[in-house]
């Protein structure tokens, strides 16, 4: 008898619980029914629309990853969650309730009023969709709204180029209203935390970037041509790009390159084949590291610290070949000075003057000399003044 009656008690109290569920449940959807009445709520109309107020929206924009920076089209690509907050007094139901938050479902957010933030700076962009739109709108009892929608966006970025691959660069994100004047609808950054760059790290880094300053966040108005002033927000992303790649892939190779194209001083004059090869092969491999750079960057009118490094590689490259070039002359006059002076032997007419006169082979040496400690000191200096200039900007 007494299991009985614990038994009834239980099914009881599940009785009231699922009750109690079920009148929250009907309770919350009278509250949105009530508050979207297409009667009294019109989501076409900004919030402060009849007081002829500007309706402040707090922007937040949580970067989730930066996927590329591309310096050829000058754009970037990013992975982010886009959150506006903003006051709605017709959606306060604090007289109605006292649930703090109605969570919409997105069937129903086209009949919430939103504001019409869009980027300045795009080139394309997505909402994802998978498995359903990411989206959230929240509404408080005070008539707090919270829009949230998930994002990737590729966006224009102006790059100064004149350091590469020393350079630092600033990519903004220009957030704007498009049809809303800046009577109607104000956006403004988050207090706190505007802009948050998801990473386990201090700074965020890329595989070629990394940020060496906190993020700025600017607030600006810009007027349309028929002179319409809008309200719009600017987040700078500041970015200094990793030399580790490029001391790898192409100031470590070009200084070998340079380096390899004076083993031809230490080889013997006569040989012809070998400090020829020598120098082509280098002249050449230079020329092909230099065209690879530049398929990596647009076609800019001016001078660049990697065409700066690469040209002076060249020039030491195409030096070293011409010394071996004079050097050859001087071995060619040698010789047919030797073959003249063998003939003129047989021939018993040679003085004791024409002997002093086979001095070419020792000009050839003498020159091969000097290139061993002319070029390497050269080429030294060269790096001192270059790493100062383009570090020390």
């Not at 709520?41 to 930066?66: C, H, K, M, W």
Request: glycine share 4%; charged share 20%; proline share 4%.
């Amino acid at each position: 008898m007494e299991a009985m009656k614990k038994e009834f008690i239980s099914i009881w109290i599940i009785f009231l619980l699922v009750n109690l569920v079920c009148s929250q449940q009907m309770k919350r959807r009278d509250i949105l029914n009530t508050l979207l009445n297409t009667t009294e709520y019109d989501p076409r109309i900004s919030p402060d629309f009849e007081r002829n107020e500007a309706t402040g929206v707090n922007v937040q924009l949580s970067v989730i990853s930066i996927d590329s920076i591309n310096e050829i089209s000058m754009d970037f690509t990013l992975n982010a969650i886009l959150r506006q907050t903003w006051i709605d007094p017709r959606l306060n139901f604090s007289h109605l309730s006292n649930i703090s938050l109605l969570e919409l479902d997105q069937r129903r957010m086209g009949d919430v009023w939103l504001p019409d933030t869009f980027f300045r700076n795009e080139k394309s962009g997505t909402l994802h969709a998978i498995t359903v739109p990411n989206k959230l709108l929240h509404i408080h009892n005070d008539g707090r709204v919270r829009y949230s929608i998930r994002i990737s966006l590729t966006l224009s970025c102006t790059m100064d180029l004149r350091f590469y691959p020393m350079d630092d660069q600033i990519c903004s994100i220009l957030a704007e209203s498009y049809g809303y004047s800046i009577e109607n609808v104000h956006l403004m950054w988050e207090p706190k935390n505007a802009v948050i760059i998801q990473s386990t790290d201090d700074e965020y880094t890329l595989p070629q970037f990394y940020q060496h300053k906190p993020v700025e966040t600017i607030k600006y108005s810009i007027v349309n041509p028929s002179n319409v002033e809008f309200s719009g927000l600017e987040a700078k992303l500041h970015l200094r790009r990793n030399l580790g790649y490029y001391m790898s892939q192409v100031f470590i190779p070009s200084i070998l390159i340079v380096t390899l194209s004076w083993i031809s001083f230490w080889i013997h004059v006569d040989a012809v084949p070998a400090r020829v090869s020598l120098g082509v092969i280098c002249v050449l491999t230079m020329t092909t590291q230099s065209a690879g750079v530049r398929n990596y960057l647009p076609r800019v009118s001016y001078i660049k610290a990697i065409d700066v490094w690469m040209a002076f590689g060249l020039v030491f490259v195409f030096a070293a070949l011409l010394e071996y070039a004079y050097v050859n002359i001087q071995t060619r006059k040698h010789h047919k000075q030797v073959k003249k002076r063998e003939k003129k032997e047989k021939k018993g007419d040679i003085s004791g003057k024409e002997n002093d006169q086979d001095y070419f082979m020792e000009r050839a040496r003498r020159v091969d000399r000097v290139s061993r400690i002319v070029f390497p000191v050269s080429y030294t200096l060269f790096n001192i003044v270059f790493w100062s200039a383009y570090l020390s900007k």
